[in-house]
Nanobody
Framework: QVQLVESGGELVQAGGSLRLSCAAS????????MGWFRQAPGKEREFVAT????????YYADSVKGRFTISRDNAKNTVYLQMNSLKPEDTAVYYC???????????????WGQGTQVTVSS
């Protein structure tokens, strides 16, 4: 089992920045690829970014490419999502998730956090 806890979500103005954190406990964090997903009100949960277990490979949704950066610190069992140039359409609950290999497919992920709310005002 892997337990995941997200933090860092808050209300921010458009154009601002936030850094989300996801702290992991349980089985060896460094053996898992990690992903960030988001779900806006009335919409399905969607892929945002993913990072391989060593951090060598990252992939992003087109909607966030160039604005968001995923990273990880295996010594701290934590994955981050740096979000810059935020837009109102980035408003959502953001979730981190763990899977054995890198994937952009939501249904591949085995473990999920509870989510953290990000609200971007215009």
């Amino acid at each position: 089992q892997v337990q995941l806890v997200e933090s860092g979500g808050e209300l921010v103005q458009a154009g601002g920045s936030l850094r989300l954190s996801c702290a992991a406990s349980g089985r060896t964090f460094s053996s898992y690829a990690m992903g960030w997903f988001r779900q806006a009100p009335g919409k399905e949960r969607e892929f945002v970014a993913t990072i391989s277990w060593r951090g060598a490979n990252t992939y992003y949704a087109d909607s966030v490419k160039g604005r968001f950066t995923i990273s990880r610190d295996n010594a701290k069992n934590t994955v981050y999502l740096q979000m810059n140039s935020l837009k109102p359409e980035d408003t959502a609950v953001y979730y981190c998730a763990a899977h054995r290999v890198v994937s952009v497919q939501i249904h591949d992920y085995d473990y999920w956090g509870q989510g953290t709310q990000v609200t971007v005002s215009s």
